[in-house]
């Protein structure tokens, strides 16, 4: 990077820093590890920019990635002790604290029994509004398999006890007309 | 009546859950410092061989090696003549001291190998350890450098790096560096080999760069673009120390420039030297280091001691250990395929 591309990959940061770390954040469904995924995906950023089309893009699939690869060495490991949520200390001068700080633990905690691909396509699809075909990029699958996996996710969060009474149609109607198995 | 879907109300959910969540400051500072440190091997000096840094007067310092008086055979100016003058026992030298005479000298022995591309067999590790986790990129390469234009070409063994580094999305294989990447053979040897004058000289590119650096920052800060980053003042001799390392791990070094190196090194406070060290591949070395001030870089170089040439180049900081490992230098009058194709 010249001094020029150094100002603008600032420039991205401090416009884009903000979203990207919630985006890493859902992805990880912990705000420790988040905060790595987030730093680590500038730190690849930074070592590619001059060569990336789209940062944006860029991040989205470098996040995936790295989740990915987690999942395969964390697969190695001994199942850590979490200490995500004692870590999750709410800056109180947010706009609105208390829902933030109660809602945040139950959400990430429900994320978490999604599986890696069921979580980084609501994240994506829903948090970052990326459409089904460019979740389906990311991803390296079929449009298809987002459409039915995103369904999939949503039924299996709608039951999450920490969520209940949260979603507007936990009906079996609703679930027969918008769920879809493929 | 529009229907509220789930989706949406997910959607709801996960900003309002991370609304308050705000990014770290200094990330994308620390992402261009890593990266700025990764390209220091092959960053242009700037103004090497320039008329205004090769103005800068000479025998700023009383220099251990002498600039050519009393013992000396006399020519240490001359432009590169095959035998640099032995320096003048006057002075009682420290064992650092000696140990860098030493690499200076059998530095001042080598041939100059002819051909335009220098090529560099090397490997590369980056052990990252953040919050929580650590990450590590070890890959070897081969980087061919164009000594006429200063740019070159880069062969990265992707299925080593790939794996190791967690998967950035199939990192190319080949990168291609543009002229004025890497210094010229030109601009090197239009460097002072007299200690003095490259001491000075070094130090006036050290110097200029600072200037560079505080402007771009004072222009970011105006902009809001960038968080303050608090920058220790650094002496003369820590910017001639970085200087120096910097040049050091350049490949096409003239004998006389590599040899001089050691000298403006030797003349340095704060310098340290292990003679019988050895790299991390086990090679025989002598390393150098600095005293670095807690929470800076320090850099460590590990020098072949029957040869001056460097085999290894490592970068400390809190939390990050960069290293090249040098396998092999060769010389050749073609861009070499990529090796690791097939």
New interface residues.
């Given amino acids: 990077m010249d001094r020029k591309q150094e100002r603008a990959f600032e420039k991205f940061v401090a416009e884009s820093g903000d979203d990207l770390l919630r985006l890493a954040t859902l992805l990880m469904s912990d705000r420790g590890l988040g905060e790595d995924l987030y730093q680590e995906t500038l730190h690849r950023l930074a070592a590619r920019w001059s060569r990336v089309d789209s940062p944006r893009a860029y991040c989205r699939q470098v996040m995936h990635n790295i989740v990915i690869d987690q999942l395969r060495v964390r697969r190695r490991q001994v199942p850590e002790i979490r200490l995500a949520d004692a870590y999750d200390n709410t800056d109180p001068r947010a706009d609105d604290p208390a829902s933030a700080a109660e809602l945040r633990p139950a959400l990430l905690a429900a994320l978490r029994t999604l599986t890696p691909q069921q979580r980084t396509i609501v994240v994506l699809r829903y948090f970052d509004d990326r459409s089904e075909n460019d979740v389906a990029e990311v991803l390296g699958v079929s449009p298809g398999t987002v459409k039915s996996t995103a369904s999939r996710a949503m039924a299996h969060l709608r039951v999450q006890p920490g969520l209940s009474g949260l979603f507007a149609m936990t009906g079996t109607g609703s679930m027969t007309r918008r769920v879809r198995y493929a | 009546m529009p229907e ?4 949406d ?3 709801e ?12 400051p200094g ?6 410092r ?3 440190r ?2 220091l091997r092959t960053r242009a000096l700037t103004v090497a061989g320039t008329a205004a840094a090769a103005g800068i007067a000479v025998g700023t310092m009383a220099s251990a090696s002498g600039t050519g008086g009393t013992g000396g055979a006399g020519g240490a100016g001359g432009s590169g003549g095959a035998g640099t003058p032995a320096h003048g026992p006057a002075i009682r030298l420290t064992a650092a001291q000696q140990a860098l005479f030493s690499l200076s000298s059998a530095a001042a022995t080598q041939p100059r190998p002819s051909g335009r591309y220098v090529v560099q067999a090397e490997k590369a590790t980056t052990i ?1 350890s ?4 650590s ?1 590590s990129e070890i890959g070897p390469k081969t980087s061919v450098i164009d000594t006429v234009t200063g740019g070159g070409v880069t062969y990265q063994d992707i299925s080593v790096s790939g794996s190791g580094a ?4 199939t990192p ?1 294989g080949v990168l291609n560096a543009p002229a004025g990447s890497s210094p010229t053979r030109a601009q090197l040897d239009a460097l002072p080999t007299d200690p003095s004058a490259l001491r000075a000289n070094l130090l006036a590119q050290a110097k200029q760069q600072a200037a ?1 650096a505080q402007q ?1 920052m004072e ?2 800060k105006k902009a809001k ?2 968080y303050p980053v608090a920058t220790d003042p650094l002496s003369d001799d820590d910017l001639v120390f970085e200087q120096a390392t910097d040049l050091l791990w350049e490949p096409d070094l003239s004998p006389q420039l590599r040899s001089a190196l050691y000298k403006v090194l030797a003349d340095t406070p704060g310098v340290t030297v292990q003679t019988g060290a050895k790299d991390s591949s086990g090679r025989p070395a002598t390393e150098i280091s600095r005293y670095q001030a807690p929470g800076q870089t320090s850099v460590e170089t590990f020098e072949d001691p029957a040869t001056g040439a460097t085999l290894e180049s490592a970068w400390r900081s809190p939390g990050e250990f960069d290293e090249d490992l040098y396998y092999s230098t060769t010389y050749t009058n073609t861009i070499p395929a990529d090796p690791y194709q097939g």
């Fill in positions: 509220v879907l789930d989706e109300i997910l959607r959910l996960m900003v309002r859950c991370t609304s308050d969540l705000s990014a770290p990330a994308a500072q620390a992402a261009i890593r990266q700025r990764r390209r990252e953040g919050s929580g986790s990450t967690g998967g950035t999305p190319p560079q771009s222009q970011l673009k960038a």
